[in-house]
Nanobody, 119 residues
Framework: QVQLVESGGGLVQAGGSLRLSCAASGSIFSMDPMNWYRQAPGKQRELVAAITTGGSKNYVDSVKGRFTISRDNANNTLYLQMNSLKPEDTAVYYC?????????????WGQGTQVTVSS
């Protein structure tokens, strides 16, 4: 079992920055894939940033060059540094972990943290 707790959301003006944190506990390891998703009102949840098993980092086109995903393995924490924020970044942001154990892929989610960007 894995528990994920996000923090760091809030209200910021366009052009500002926020850093989201996701504290992971339980059966999570440094090589497990982890992701940040977001869901805006009336829209589907979308994958924003990901760290793969091999450590590669991938981003949705709309945040490339502005967002950075990183992880602190010593403290089991995932981060999302968000710079140059835009009103269209407003959403609930979710931390997600997809550890693979044997032949099974698990799927864990945090409770989400609200990010609101004012124009």
């Amino acid at each position: 079992q894995v528990q994920l707790v996000e923090s760091g959301g809030g209200l910021v003006q366009a052009g500002g920055s926020l850093r989201l944190s996701c504290a992971a506990s339980g059966s999570i390891f440094s090589m497990d894939p982890m992701n940040w998703y977001r869901q805006a009102p009336g829209k589907q949840r979308e994958l924003v940033a990901a760290i793969t098993t091999g450590g590669s980092k991938n981003y949705v086109d709309s945040v490339k060059g502005r967002f950075t995903i990183s992880r602190d393995n010593a403290n089991n924490t995932l981060y999302l540094q968000m710079n140059s924020l835009k009103p269209e970044d407003t959403a609930v942001y979710y931390c997600n972990a997809k550890p693979v154990r044997g032949l099974r892929v698990y799927d864990y989610w945090g409770q989400g943290t609200q990010v609101t960007v004012s124009s």
